[in-house]
């Protein structure tokens, strides 16, 4: 026989249809975007991690100061791996400022994934990277200028071993604006100037590493074969990475995954809270029901019919709104979250893949926390007996006596207390829901002032202009130019991956660093604020290819927000490091140096290779920004709007009595509405702080994972923008409960009198 119950939920879901509907688009919506990431997201995970077969990507590169000779070359192949040439070169493009890092197209190492048009063919065509061509607007068919020759783009190409755009290892974000990778035929590349060529060599192991650690031992100890062999061949070491540690090849797939766990993290967070507000709903129908309640289960009715269904409801709308989210995810929003990774990295093409993880994370999960959630709230609701629901004495304890109020308080000040006191679990899943959406609008109005004030912070305390690093020491008549030693050590410390700490050899009166040295080193604030040292501390670092340490006595930190350096006196630097006296190998200056040849200049450092990793940022997520703050703002919006709505419902009978005595409706709402107004502000007075502090925390523990530094930095100006747009929202609330709170009749006084 059909279960008389079923007949109520067409009528419960018509009298309760703004509500349903609410929850229904934002639970739709929320699982429309994370199928939708959760399915572009897996596709392109799979398709890189099939890359590192499909296009043979290597173990590891090393660059040397010269040519190697066959014998070097079979010695280190003696260490079971192969080695294969990977030269290039750089050149500067014509009509835009940027770099374009050239290859022979190459065919048995790091192959090339053509996206776009036909590889080169000819001397004069060249297949640059797509993700460059995108954001320096160039396409298939055009020409680029290239020093002192004009080249056509042939096609667009993703390289395997660039699919972040990594100009060097020791950077602390990739540039894809004004740095490029692009390759060549063998007789184009070779028409390009030599004065940029770069000697490098990929590697590929003949029994690969089962996981890092492996590969972490098997990289030690062919670096220790590399440099003694190169020493004994004339030849020297300029450069090597392998591939567990090489960003440009690693980069995307850490991103990538990382992602994954955290938007499911995120939308079950959201289904917990969406959750919580059906169990508060649906306790409230309990409430205004208990006689109806009571009296079925005088008629035999067993508490599991009537847990199974109230449950009923709330399950169909989340398991409709999972159903057209991962329509919506797989068609429409698929196509957008893979353009949000397209946009950030130079991947291959990817082929949209059925995936039941993301399905599972995101119609079986919700539905099982949904049912678990609101299953516990009705299991212990129902247990009451039938006679006290038909008394409506729902309290678990008899309370003996209300809470005392201090009678010099005033009567509606009291009684906004006492609403506030009876909807306690509602305004706890508000500040809850306020909190989260918080988090959300900090991270999006919140990244651009951060990094405009990184990247005003870092261009207003350069040491000069320029910064040359040359290949050998050569003397120059520039205005104001001061020699410098440079290298690099990479840092030891347990709570942090090794990484490229530059270490400079400062003239004792220097005019563009003001540091008085003693017996020790100054390191920067950002080496002090990423790895917690202090004056007085002593820092331990290792020279990059060999086992050697050095320990030094830090003798103070010195304002220099753009690197993880090391300052220290340049005869202690040339002592140190056993260089001959007088040894420089680089210059400071605010004037460009002309009477240096190309070919001793190994690099030039200016403004704009420390403010990459704002404007790759912004380009990234720029477009992502206005999506938080909109999803932020919606989720604030819902929440408050059903939990407000609820408090409304649960007191209509005191509403409706209210009006009876002669209040209006505005005064009621300056009870009821009002109540929820303080806790609202309350929540976000707390949670603006926390979130600032939560946020701190996220990204000092995300920058422990990166070379370099990101300082947190919020201007007041955020919060005052986050408060304004959690008030106003509630403005937008307040006036629908005004609206509901004058529809409440007067007759509901007399419904359910006891």
Partial sequence: MRNPLNRRLPRELKSESGKYIVIFIFVCGMIAIVSGFLVANDSMVTAYDEGFTKYNIEDGNFELGAKADDKLIEELEKQNLTIY?????????????????????????????????RFPESENEIAIDRMYADNNKLTTGEEIELGSKTLKISGLVALSDYSALYSSPSDLMFDASKFGVSVMTREGYDSINDKNLHYSYSFKYDNPPGDDEEAKKMSDDFIDVLSEKAIESMNYVTNYIPEYSNQAI???????????MAFTVFLYLVIAIIAFIFAIMTSNTITKEANVIGTLRASGYSRGELVRHYLTMPMIVVLIAAAVGNVLGYTCLKD???????????????????????????????????????????????????????RRDLARKTKKKALHLNTKIPILHRFRIRVIFQNIPNYITIFTGVLLANVILLFGLGLDPLLTHYEHDITSNMICDYQYLLKAGQETKTDGAEKFCAGALD?????????????????????????????GVYITNAYSEKFGLHKGDTLKVKEKYSHDEYSFVIDGVYYYPSSIAIFMDQDKFN???????????????????????????????????????????????????????????????????????????????????TKILGYKASEIGGL????????????????????????????????????????????????VKMAALGLGSYAVVAALQYIKIGHISKSDALKNAE
């Fill in 575 to 657: 002592e140190t490091f056993d260089n001959e006296d007088g040894y420089f190998n680089g210059y400071f200056t605010d004037n460009e140096i002309t009477d240096i040849e190309d070919v001793y200049i190994a690099s030039k450092i200016t403004q704009d290779d420390f403010t990459k990793v704002s404007r790759q940022l912004e380009i990234s997520m720029g477009n992502m920004m206005t999506l938080f703050v909109g999803f932020g703002v919606i989720m604030f919006v819902l929440i408050i709007y059903l939990l407000s709505k609820i408090i409304i419902e649960k007191n209509a009978q005191s509403i409706s009595m």
């Fill in 336 to 390: 957008y979250m893979a353009d949000a990774y397209y946009g950030s990295y130079s991947l291959p093409t990817y082929v949209t893949l059925w995936n039941a993880d993301a399905f599972i994370k995101t119609t079986a999960g919700p539905l099982i926390l949904m049912f678990i959630i609101n299953l516990a709230v009705l299991e212990d609701k129902l247990r009451l007996s039938p006679l006290k629901f038909i």
């Fill in 250 to 260: 690693i980069f995307t797939g850490d991103d990538l995954k990382g992602d994954n």
């Fill in 85 to 117: 040439e990977n030269f290039y070169k750089e050149e500067k493009t014509g009509g835009f400022d940027s770099t374009l890092r050239i290859f022979i197209n190459r065919e048995k190492i790091n192959r090339v994934c053509l996206m776009d048009g």
């Fill in 672 to 719: 009821y509405v009002l109540s929820t107004a303080l806790v609202v502000a309350a929540s976000l007075l707390i949670t603006i702080p926390v979130c600032n502090v939560l946020m701190d925390k996220l990204i000092t523990v995300a920058m422990s994972g990166y070379s370099g530094w990101l300082p947190y930095y919020v201007p007041f100006s955020v919060f």
């Fill in 491 to 519: 840092t030891v410390d347990i709570k942090h991956k090794s990484e490229t700490a530059s270490v400079y050899g400062i003239a004792a009166d220097s005019r563009y660093i003001d540091i008085d040295f003693k017996d």
